[in-house]
């Protein structure tokens, strides 16, 4: 995802394709594109309103064609505990979509992805500003890259 469109375009693309019960992993540094991505999923699938970056809430909750979206940010996180301590648990259900920022401040805590999206900045000559690696981490999500890289050839990258 060179730029800022690339990753919108991503999120087009990929928003029909996740399934109820599908948790999504959003890896990366500062500033990468995962709320980008989020933003563009969701306005994707109609939703109008605001959507902001959950990091002082540390979830923003949507409901998009009556489906449950909760975006989490575990930036702020100092102990994976503090996932189960803020009761976030009981939002990871078979009836909603759970993208997931900063996963690695929860380990162990916060369900396994069934998509991992890593977001990174080029780092050399072959690849320009930013870069997305996707990752199935599960059969759902292996269904969903199969499917995305099949109506979008440029989803490798």
């Known amino acids: 995802m060179p730029d800022e469109a690339a990753t919108l375009t991503l999120g087009r693309e990929l928003a029909p394709l996740l399934a109820p019960g599908m948790v999504v992993w959003l890896e990366g540094e500062l500033g990468a ?16 309103g605001t959507v902001k ?3 002082y809430t540390l979830v923003e909750v949507y409901v998009v064609s009556s489906l449950y979206w909760y975006h989490f940010d575990f930036y702020r996180f100092n102990e994976p505990e503090e996932f189960d301590d803020a009761g976030l648990g009981e939002y990871f259900r078979e009836d909603s979509i759970c993208l997931v920022e900063w996963p ?12 991992a999206l890593a977001f990174r900045f080029a780092e050399n000559a072959t690849e320009s500003g930013r870069v997305v690696d996707l990752h199935a981490r599960s059969e759902a999500g292996q269904q969903c890259l199969t499917s995305l890289t099949s109506r979008w050839p440029g989803a490798g990258n």
């Open 33 to 48: 594109g995962k709320t980008t991505l989020a933003r563009a999923l969701l306005r994707a699938l109609g939703h109008t």
């Open 53 to 55: 970056s959950p990091t």
């Open 104 to 115: 690695a401040k929860a380990t162990g805590h916060v369900p396994p992805a069934d998509l």
